[in-house]
């Protein structure tokens, strides 16, 4: 029995969440069932957001392993092909259209194009047909030339808006309008999302933070999504090199992004723990994470992952987390301020700002330049200039790459205000910046932590059974830390009022 073998193709993807591909498929499954004498190949081929103006579909493409099949015999005498139109199988021009359908009609395979219920094969293009076929092929040709020329023309047109300072009308990210006017409850999240980004938070949790946010147009947030989001320049208020909408963040912010980005992808990845502790604990024999254990009606306490799952290392101290906690709070403050100091650096905005009317100048020169040189020649002045105003645009460049990736310190150190502030709305974004800036609590075989990179300043002595307090000794002295009510805080952070509670001298 004939094959039938169906293809469908269109150019953009977002007709995949449309109708055209159903469109496509029912017009074949409706030609099969008119004709029984033909059964549904195996072999089916797909191109889906495709350009057939382009010949991306041959070129790598389903159509190109449709011919492919042809050449190796699947494809064979009596099969016919089976195509919503003949502007699926390609646009391109008379020579090229018909090059890449002489395979199939040579083998003895038909051509039907379902819209018309037309078959084109060698014994029809003997007659009438092939008139039809070349008209359709021009007419599907000229209509996506005349397409891009106008797709081509309303590109420039948005380009010179641009370039005199008018908001063009375009497709623009989450956070603007098609007018390119801020939405302020999405510029919200979207400023929180390179702060968190910035301060190591990964992509995949700041979407769930967005999502979580109950903007509906953030609703389906993803870690790409965010990738996207955080590398466009049209956060900078910019397209195609002209600031023509509200920036949503500064210079500053943006660059500082950029370079966690560079420094993410040459480092490890790491997940961002859901509990504070977690990935501020160390191990002091292997390196790695100290983590949580929650046993029910127990004091939820803290061991090496290492040696924990895999035995693969000899630290087996376990301690319990009321004590990591009255450490961190006994340690951590200094730290805090200093992590949250850091989202306070910048690069020098006004200097690049400066540095990039300078390029601007050169290449409106050079452009002027090269129109000269079009119309009266090399003459040796005019190439002695335009090398002039290419070196001085090329310095322009190199200095503003280095001053962007350039953080300037600010003196600002941190209030308790805005530590706190921190710990109760992003005590994610606490905990990887505190890592960003070398804390650690890390734990020694024999129970003695340290700080940082600092000596064993703590030493967990046990339990002490009259009260039930755990002894930790430190700073010339003994503390007892209370196990109630605190084995279970997860990110909270505890009140001074809950400390003094916590800790009897």
């Known amino acids: 029995m004939a094959q039938a073998i169906s293809y469908v193709r269109f150019s953009s993807l977002k ?43 041959v070129n790598g493409g389903g159509f190109g392993k449709l011919l492919a099949a042809i050449q190796q015999g699947a494809i064979k005498d009596g099969d016919v092909v089976l195509v919503e139109a003949i502007d699926r199988a390609g646009r391109l021009d008379a020579v090229d259209m018909f090059g890449i359908l002489h395979p199939i009609l040579s083998a003895g395979v ?75 409850p999405i510029a919200e999240q979207m400023r929180m999302m390179f702060d968190l980004y910035i301060s190591g938070v990964g992509k995949n949790m700041i979407a769930l933070r967005l999502r979580e946010s109950g903007v509906p ?37 943006f660059q500082k992004a950029q370079l966690q980005k560079e420094k993410a992808a040459t480092t490890p990845v790491r997940r961002t723990a859901k509990h504070f502790l977690v990935g501020l604990m160390k191990c002091g024999v292997c390196g790695k994470n100290y983590v949580i254990q929650h046993r029910k009606g127990k004091t939820s306490s803290v061991r090496c992952r290492q040696n924990q799952v895999h035995e693969a290392c000899t630290n087996n101290a376990n301690l319990p987390l009321p004590v990591i906690q009255f ?29 990039r009317s300078e390029v601007e100048q050169h290449t409106t020169k050079l452009e002027a330049l090269t129109q000269s040189v079009m119309a009266l020649g090399a003459l040796p002045e005019l190439l002695s200039a335009m090398k002039q105003h290419n070196e001085g645009r090329d310095s322009a460049k190199a200095r503003i790459a280095l001053l962007e990736r350039s953080v300037k310190p600010n003196e600002f150190w941190a209030s308790e205000t805005d530590v706190w502030r921190m ?59 209370s196990r109630d009510d605190y084995c279970d805080t997860g990110l909270k952070r505890l009140s001074d009022d809950e400390y003094l509670e916590l800790i009897e001298t």
């Open 15 to 57: 007709q995949k969440h449309g109708s055209s591909l159903e469109r496509q498929e029912q017009m074949i499954g409706g030609w099969l069932v008119e004709h029984p004498s033909y059964t549904l190949s195996a072999l089916q081929y797909k191109d889906l957001g495709k350009s057939g103006y382009k010949g991306e579909h």
């Open 110 to 184: 038909s051509l039907i194009t379902l819209d018309d219920n037309q078959t084109y094969n060698r014994e029809s293009l003997n007659g009438p047909a092939i008139f039809l076929l070349a008209a359709k092929i021009q007419s599907a040709h000229q209509y996506s030339a005349a397409l891009s020329r106008r797709i081509k023309a309303s590109y420039e047109k948005k380009r010179e808006q641009a370039a005199t300072g008018t908001t063009p009308k375009r497709k623009t990210p989450a956070w603007l309008t098609t007018d390119g006017q801020l939405i302020e």
């Open 217 to 253: 147009a953030l609703a389906k947030a993803s870690g790409a999504s965010v990738g996207r989001w955080l590398t466009t320049r049209a956060a900078l208020g910019e397209w195609e090199g002209h600031v023509v909408y509200p920036p949503v963040v500064s210079l500053s912010t």
């Open 327 to 355: 450490i961190m709070a006994m340690s951590a403050n200094e730290w805090k301020r200093k992590a949250v100091s850091t989202l306070n650096t910048g690069v020098d905005e006004a200097e690049i700002a400066l540095l």
């Open 423 to 481: 710990e109760q709305d992003n005590p994610a974004q606490l905990s990887s910046l505190l890592e960003q800036v070398g804390f650690s609590i890390t734990i020694h075989h024999n129970k003695t932590l340290s700080i940082g990179n600092g000596p064993a300043i703590w030493k967990y002595k046990g339990q002490d059974r009259s009260s039930g307090c755990f002894v930790v000794e430190g700073g010339d002295r003994l503390h007892m830390v």
